[in-house]
C-alpha cells in the first residue's frame, strides 16, 4: 500500500526532475556540439556527453521542496493516504472502529489470498502453482503458530 500511495508520487518528481536535468543538459550539448560543427574540420574538437549525475546533497535538497511545497503537502493527498489507511484496517475511523479489510470491497471479484487447503476441484482451470502455494501459505502459518506455541 505505500508503495502505491507514497512511493508512486515520490518516485514519479524524481524522475520528471531527473528527465527535466537531463534535457536541460542536452540543450548546452547540442549548442556546443553545433559550435564545433560550424568550425573547419581540422579545427573541430566535439565534446563528448558527459551528462552529470546528480549529487546527494542536490537530491536531499529536491526532497526537502518536495515535502515543504509539493504533492505530500496538498490537501487531497493527505485524505487519500488517511482514507487508505482506514479502509485497510490499518487506521481507526471517525468513531475510533477499525474496518475489516475485504479484498473484493473494491470491486474485486477474487479474494487475494483464500484461506483453507485448496482442493484441485475449486478451481474451474487447476493451477498447480496457485494451489501449491495457498498450500504453502496454509502449512506455513500452521507451523508458525505451533513454533510460537513451543516458544511459550
Known amino acids: 500500500m505505500l508503495d502505491l ?8 518528481h524524481i524522475k ?19 559550435k564545433e560543427k560550424d568550425k ?9 556527453w ?10 536531499i535538497r529536491d526532497l ?9 503537502v496538498q490537501q487531497k493527498f493527505k ?7 482506514i479502509s485497510t484496517g490499518c487506521a481507526p475511523d471517525i468513531d475510533n472502529s477499525y474496518q ?13 489470498i483464500p484461506s483453507g487447503t485448496v482442493e484441485q476441484t475449486e478451481f474451474p ?10 498450500n504453502l501459505i496454509d502449512n506455513d502459518d500452521e507451523e508458525t503458530d505451533d513454533e510460537d506455541q513451543n516458544l511459550s
Not at 526537502?64 to 505530500?72: A, P, Q, R, S
Not at 482451470?125 to 495457498?134: C, G, P, R, S, T
Open 79 to 85: 485524505d487519500s493516504i488517511k482514507n487508505s489507511f
Open 40 to 48: 573547419p574540420l581540422q579545427e573541430r574538437k566535439m565534446p563528448n
Open 100 to 112: 475489516k479489510y475485504n479484498a473484493t470491497a473494491n470491486k474485486g471479484s477474487i479474494p487475494i
Open 64 to 72: 526537502m521542496d518536495l515535502f515543504k511545497n509539493g504533492t505530500f
Open 5 to 12: 500511495i507514497v512511493n508512486g508520487p515520490l518516485k514519479a
Open 16 to 34: 520528471g526532475l531527473r528527465a527535466a536535468r537531463v534535457f536541460q543538459y542536452f540543450q548546452q550539448f547540442r549548442e556546443l556540439y553545433e
Open 125 to 134: 482451470v487447476a493451477d498447480e502453482h496457485y494451489i501449491d502455494l495457498v
Open 50 to 59: 558527459s551528462c552529470p549525475k546528480p549529487t546527494l546533497h542536490q537530491c
